[in-house]
């Protein structure tokens, strides 16, 4: 086993083990089917103390009466984070006007090079409605510790360039702040959408 895939493959230990006594799906608005995975009354997931690109503090009681897609990454990441933040925007676009009520926001593992100037001119950039959020390294480790997500930076290359392994699923909370939904790696569009409509419908 190589050095360089051990770190990845790492990444996904954490909802492993969070997940392995879960169910799959579960039922929705109506007794519909959840695509992703349903992962309501775990005791984590409660929630973080971050401030947004604005310089404003946030936690999840500002976006009460929201439903949150919630994804940690960092602005150098090559793939999964752009890929990530295009399927936010494309969920809450297909909407229509229930995107309204649906709110991004992206969580930086790197707040050494993610400043709030960055994250500013980088998150807004898939949606003018999504919000970039960072912390000191231990207030970034705190929310990573209550989402159960893992991170790891690795070691610079020449040029001083490095990467940061991270999870790579999106969560979604529904308006009462509630952690609902792990949408993993095979998600698409079309199954967010769905599920994001679903917890929109509970709502009322």
Not at 112 to 129: I, S
Not at 182 to 190: A, K, L, Q
Request: proline fraction near 6%; aromatic fraction near 10%.
């Amino acid at each position: 086993m190589s050095r360089r895939w051990w770190p990845r493959a790492l990444r996904w230990v954490p909802l492993a083990l969070a997940f392995a006594v879960l169910v799959a799906c579960g039922e929705g608005a109506g007794g519909k089917k959840f695509l992703s995975n349903d992962v309501t009354g775990v005791p984590w997931g409660r929630g973080f103390a971050l401030t947004d690109h604005t310089g404003q503090p946030r936690t999840l009681a500002d976006f009460r009466g929201k439903v949150v897609l919630l994804f940690f990454g960092f602005t150098h990441c090559p793939d999964m984070c752009p890929t990530a933040l295009a399927q936010m925007t494309q969920t809450v676009e297909r909407l229509g006007p229930d995107g309204a009520s649906v709110q991004g926001l992206f969580v930086t593992v790197d707040p050494k090079r993610d400043t709030a100037e960055v994250l500013g001119k980088y998150v807004p950039a898939f949606h003018p409605g999504f919000l970039g959020l960072r912390g000191s390294g231990e207030e970034t480790a705190a929310a990573a510790a209550e989402f159960k997500i893992f991170y790891a930076a690795q070691a610079p290359d020449a040029s001083g360039s490095y990467t940061v392994d991270h999870t790579a699923g999106i969560y979604a909370l529904d308006g009462a702040g509630r952690l609902r939904l792990y949408m993993g790696p095979g998600r698409t569009v079309e199954s967010m959408v769905h599920d994001v409509k679903l917890l929109l419908e509970e709502q009322g």
